[in-house]
């Protein structure tokens, strides 16, 4: 009797018929684990290390105060430039460069940046340098020329040393390129004390002075390279705070600050690795106490605890591969001042407020428009683990808590003083507030402004869309 067709039979398998089953459910169970692995698996991803020395010969005029009357004289410490190139096997590149100087300008760099092109391919945008911020590092020619008044010889010496850090500049990104090798990232954070909230209310304005209840950003973000033979390469850490320490009687001596004392004491208990720093969204906030080369040594001291604290306990793997996408954006600032104003500031008693005025009568006469702010800003993502949010300009920290909020699943890393700093970068409510960040600081940036308040929601929505495109 046949079996109809639309009747389901159950057969009882063979042993053969069993074995064969259990063989192909093996197989497609070692597909799938096979697959699950490949997937699990990082992408390889390249590192490569390199530092020079920059340290400048005295006398030279250092960065960062107005109120000095010298050249420096001493120097306590070196200051480097180092360089950290991230490769994938795929050939995707982007270098960050940590520089010991209060900042860089595009007038600084753009020659040793187009060497770096010519020489490496290394595009726009894909050469990261961050200032670290010293106050105590050498005048460099850009925006802030403003703010000092230097004799020829002074000049010339400053002219010099930004001759030697272009130089260096291209040396140290070619020596990382060299010394790309495979390697393993791991990432952690940990949190350092000793920022403070700068912006503190009087009754009638914001003054720059301790605010216990300001807003800061304490993490310590801290990124672990090995070999792929185990061994320590070097040790990446941020932190979001001006690198201020030395202030008063100590402000006529070299020294990177607390960022150099930090990198020195961890490389003293990691022999054999390189500690890089990359400066945080910290604009708006001061190291407490201040004011001696002792306390840079104590905050140096303090910082290299906290990133010593992260190293030694579990970390997050960083796997690859690297992606990057670099953007410049015009910031909205307030209507241009009238030539009228413009004369009038010209004849100031303030010789801040007189040489932002004549600049600018100058570029009028030059038939050129006033200056206005163009922000670089790139996102570097690590695989699905780490996400570098890079801005240029001194940003304050209400970004940095906002990104960190924003993007808490992209595990970001706040980076300010990025490519250059054209001027602060405030928040709409700094804007409102007003105060040296949103106001007065512009006339040594030989800027007028002060920038509307939709500032903050312009980036905002800027690195969104970056974020966005890398995930």
């Known amino acids: 009797m046949k079996t109809p067709a639309n009747h389901c039979r159950t057969t009882t398998p063979t042993p053969y018929g069993r074995h064969r089953v259990r063989h192909l459910l093996l197989v497609s169970l070692a597909v799938v684990a096979g697959c699950l692995a490949s997937a699990?698996?990082?992408?390889?991803?390249?590192?490569?290390?390199?530092?020079?020395?920059?340290t400048p010969e005295p006398p030279i005029w250092l960065a960062g105060y107005a109120a000095r009357k010298h050249p420096a004289d001493k120097i306590d410490h070196a200051l480097a430039v180092q360089a950290l190139a991230f490769r994938n096997l795929t050939g995707e590149r982007c270098v960050f460069v940590s520089v010991d100087n209060c900042e860089v300008s595009d007038r600084l760099t753009e020659p040793a940046l187009k060497e770096l092109e010519t020489k490496h391919g290394l595009h726009r945008g894909e050469v990261i340098i961050v200032s670290s911020h010293t106050?105590?590092?050498?005048?460099?020619?850009?925006?802030?020329?403003?703010?000092?008044?230097?004799?020829?010889?002074?000049?010339?010496?400053?002219?010099?040393?930004?001759?030697?850090?272009?130089?260096?500049?291209?040396?140290?990104?070619g020596a990382a390129l060299g010394d790309l090798r495979l390697a393993r990232l791991e990432h952690g954070v940990g949190r350092c004390t000793f920022a403070m909230n700068r912006r503190a209310f009087t009754t009638d304005q914001v003054i720059i002075a301790e605010n216990p209840d300001g807003p800061v950003d304490w993490d310590v973000p801290v990124l672990r390279i090995t070999g792929t033979n185990g061994v320590l390469r070097a040790v990446v850490f941020g932190y979001a705070c001006h690198a201020t320490s030395v202030h008063g009687d100590d402000f006529y001596i070299v020294n990177p600050d607390y960022i150099g004392y930090a990198r020195s004491h961890l490389?003293?208990?990691?022999?054999?690795?390189?500690a890089l720093f990359l400066t945080g969204m910290g604009a708006d906030a001061n190291p407490s106490p201040r004011g001696t080369l002792l306390d840079a040594k104590r905050h140096g001291l303090e910082l290299a605890g906290a990133v010593m604290g992260v190293l030694n306990r579990p970390m997050r793997t960083v796997p690859g591969p690297v992606k990057f996408v670099y953007a410049e954006l015009d910031l909205p600032l307030q209507p241009p001042p009238s030539r009228e104003q413009l004369q009038k500031d010209a004849e100031s008693q303030n010789v801040y407020v007189r040489n932002r005025a004549n600049a600018c009568l100058r570029l009028l006469d030059e038939g050129k428009p006033l200056p206005g702010v163009r922000l670089p800003l790139a996102v570097v993502r690590l695989g699905d683990r780490l996400t570098f949010l890079a801005m240029g300009g001194e940003v304050v920290v209400d970004y940095a808590i906002r990104f960190k909020r924003m993007f808490a699943e992209d595990h970001p890393w706040t980076i300010g003083y990025a490519y250059q700093v054209p001027c602060y970068i405030p928040t709409?409510?700094?804007?409102?507030?007003?105060?040296?960040?949103?106001?007065?600081?512009?006339?040594?940036?030989?800027?007028?402004?002060?920038f509307k308040p939709a500032v903050e929601d312009v980036l905002v929505k800027k690195v969104g869309e970056m974020v966005a495109s890398v995930r």
């Open 135 to 173: 106050h105590s590092a050498p005048v460099l020619e850009g925006p802030l020329d403003n703010m000092y008044q230097l004799a020829p010889a002074d000049r010339e010496r400053v002219d010099q040393y930004g001759r030697m850090l272009r130089e260096r500049l291209v040396e140290v990104v």
């Open 267 to 274: 490389e003293s208990v990691l022999p054999g690795a390189t």
């Open 428 to 450: 709409a409510r700094v804007v409102k507030e007003g105060g040296y960040e949103a106001e007065s600081s512009l006339i040594y940036y030989g800027v007028y402004g002060p």
């Open 40 to 54: 699990a698996e990082p992408a390889p991803l390249e590192v490569g290390i390199a530092v020079r020395d920059i």
